[in-house]
């Protein structure tokens, strides 16, 4: 079995692991303040692109 000759640095295991974070979609905010993912009616108001594509009691 392989075993490494030093320990791996602090810097160099962090940028070993810069890639691995978990990505963190973007957020829009509704024009009720709420916040959304882009491209998606709001599920609150039912608001997309300033205009009502789904009934209040829908979303």
Not at 7 to 35: I, L
Request: hydrophobic share 30%; glycine share 8%.
């Amino acid at each position: 079995m392989a075993v490494p000759k030093k320990k791996t640095s602090r810097s160099r295991k962090g940028m070993r692991r810069a890639h691995d974070r978990v990505a963190v979609p973007n957020v829009v905010y509704c024009e009720c303040g709420e916040p959304n993912l882009p491209h998606r009616a709001c599920s609150v108001c039912g608001a997309y692109k300033g205009r009502q594509v789904v009934s209040g009691d829908d979303a």
